[in-house]
């Protein structure tokens, strides 16, 4: 039980680090006001956890501008490549077209079933 303290200090810091994660998710662009309320922690705080987030690299990039109280996140910051709109768009596009190709297929191959069983 002596240790207790610090697995409670350090779940806390840990669920900080993941509301702010999930924050991360929905908003580019956050008062760091808001962002505090959001985690429901006090300002100092989750500006603090978020610096350690992004000086060590743990899934979060973003900037602080201090003067304003406005975090801007980058997207990107886990590593992994986030899309642009123009990539999802061109992703979704290409789908879209793959998928009406096969209805046409589909449509030719109906048809000519059709042809062939009427003859």
């Known amino acids: 039980m002596e240790h207790g303290g ?3 200090q350090e779940f ?3 669920l900080i680090q993941h509301n702010i994660r999930t924050v991360q998710l929905y908003y580019a662009r956050i008062r760091l006001s808001r962002l505090a309320q959001l985690v429901g922690v006090a300002a100092d705080l989750a500006e603090k956890e978020l610096c350690d987030m992004v000086v060590k690299k743990t ?3 973003a900037k602080i501008n201090r003067m304003q109280g406005i975090v801007v996140f980058k997207r990107g910051g886990d590593g ?3 899309k642009s709109a123009n990539e999802a768009l061109n992703e979704w596009n290409f789908d879209v077209r793959e998928m009406l190709d096969k209805i ?3 449509c030719h191959l109906i048809n000519r079933e059709k042809v062939v069983h009427n003859a």
Do not use: C, I, N, S
Request: hydrophobic share 45%.
């Open 6 to 8: 610090l697995h409670l």
């Open 59 to 61: 899934g979060v990039a």
């Open 12 to 14: 806390l810091r840990q």
């Open 80 to 82: 992994a490549l986030q």
């Open 104 to 106: 046409e297929q589909t």
